[in-house]
């Protein structure tokens, strides 16, 4: 039972002022919590930085890409433009310099009243300069002079999404944070002391009210803390689970060969080396009584998926069950579609079960399963947190594995014997970082490519040159080819100079003469699935998404792609991206589109992007050049995400985490004592509470 301390923080988000049912969903999306937002999700809605205003006597003290605070008076307003597309400008200024305020799409009339003119106004957003004249295009707010509200100096910028303004969120999060209360201390004191870090409350608190702009550093005492936490609790539950699958029977499945050599043979081409060698640390594993966990680390195009299915014959082979999980719909149908292919002409029974299936459906599904009636599964994780039964299950393959979690519920999965485990990664990650994310795992590399594949070529070039992109992305697709678009974000954002997806598919439907299709995560389910049929099909020539097609997605056919504020991304996930073409034997471009100013850091990524095409190098490169202007790959490494800890800086804390978490269950491994109750505090609030139940009653 979750200790009644936390029960405010796990409170529906509902309870929150301001916060009605039409909100919530959009909350939810924003969240990562579609179903039901909760207060410590929003709570735990990580600024990527501090704004730093700076309020100035006069404006010709604004300097460019400053944000200023500023009394202005209303000068003129602009004529109402004809053409929605131009901007609206309303000049403003005092008695030193004047400025114009710039908005689009914005409806002049209410523009008009928000700025009347020879009315005094405090402004404050980012000034740009352009020949000498100064700029703000969109202020962040506005006010009258005589507004008891002052406009803060420092604020987190968080994330955003259409439909909740900043300073909505803003309100929403300092209101929630009326629901965090102090709780006992989980983290050894002496340690405490030593590291100067604040308890609990105190580090939430200085997040979201940051002091200075050094507090968003990733080195300040309270962001250290709060990483250390969320670490101590994925290594705490790893072990527990570990633990208990090492104490649990496992079964020796001795693979007989009838089953994997029909698929070979069957097969227009041979495994590579790399291939054969996984398989065989994997046959080797799966023969010992003990139960296997193992992580295959295959790069991009290396064929994982046939390692999957060979590795699930040796269990069927020894007569068990086989389940393969995979992290989304599109996915799982995916490895469904061409693992029946290959399977089924030699009677291995598979099947589908995933959220998008009728009730009735999965019912059917479920019952084959616990009869025995299908040899080999497929879904997504979400089906198997429910009530799954299997008649004898043998093994589980977790392909492209997104998040801690997944480990500690495989070991609950089962009551009986342990089934051996194969964990699957997209891209491979820097081997500093297995520990951290997978605790005690033993690992197989696919570092091979199949032979004959044409080498991707990759390109970097600014984006102000999309229009030359997209007049070649036209020919392109006059020949015949096809093409991902990848962008960043799925709508505009409020901070972010970023295309979003739906503004590029606007644009490029306007510009290319072929069929095209829009992807992204929060279209509905069978949207998704539209889109992504009929690019497989090739009626779509061009898909414009964003990093949902980052994982797996398999159209040979595809051997182009563009992908935009490239600079945005970790290299791992570029790598990953890329890895969409140069599927088959056509040869294959990427184009990396980055930001017209890119920094040092930026353009070393960039060009270790355009210089190998090895995942191993990358993932290495990766970590070492992590940039802090780096938003979206903040908190993931490769392509596993935290919620808080950057682990690319804050590897360190995994290191202390793991002596810690032995010595705790070496000491006190029911978790009994003062600290180790508290210790479940911790496990309840990263919600890996799972593992709780794997320590014995007594
Ligand atoms: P990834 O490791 O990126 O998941 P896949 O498993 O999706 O790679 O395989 C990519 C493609 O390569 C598939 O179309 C698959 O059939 C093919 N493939 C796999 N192994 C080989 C091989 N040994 N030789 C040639 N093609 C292969
Ligand atoms: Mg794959």
Redesign the pocket.
Known sequence: MRPALLTPLFADLSKIKGVGPKLLPTLGKLLGKQDHPRIIDLILHMPFGILERHEIESLKDAESDMRIIAHVNILSHDSPPRNSRRPFKVLVGDEEETMDLIFFGGDPRYITRMLPVGQTRIISGKVQKFNDRLQMAHPESIQRPDDDKPIARLEPAYPLTKGVSRLRLRQFISNALGAIMPLPEWIEPKFMEQEKWPSWQEAILKIHTPKSVQDALPESSHIRRLSYDEILSSQLALALSRRNMVEKQGQSQIATGDLSTQIKNS??????NA?QDALKEIEEDMAKPAAMLRLLQ???????????LLSACISMEAGHQVALMAPTDILARQHYK?IRQLAEPIGIKVGLLVGSMKAAEKREMQQALVSGEIDLIIGTHALFQDAVSFQDLGLIIVDEQHRFGVLQRLALANKGAMPDVLV?T?TPIPRTLVMAYFGDITSSQ?NEK????QPIITKSTPQENDEAVIARMQSALDEGKQAYWVCPLVAQSEELDVMSVEERFDILKSKLSHPIALLHGQMPEAEKQKAMQSFIDGKTRLLIATTVIEV?V?V?NASIIVIENAERFGLSQLHQLR?RVG??SIASSCLLLHSNNLSENGKARMDIMCRTENGFVIAEEDLRLRGEGEVLGRHQSGQISTKIADMSVQYDLVQIARQDVKLILETDPELKSERGKALKTLLYLFERDEALSLIRAG
């Open positions: 097969l227009p081409f041979s495994l590579t291939q295959g790069d991009v195009g290396s064929g994982k998926t046939l390692v999957a061409s699957m997209a696919l199949p032979a004959g594949r797996g398999d040979p890895g599927r088959g």
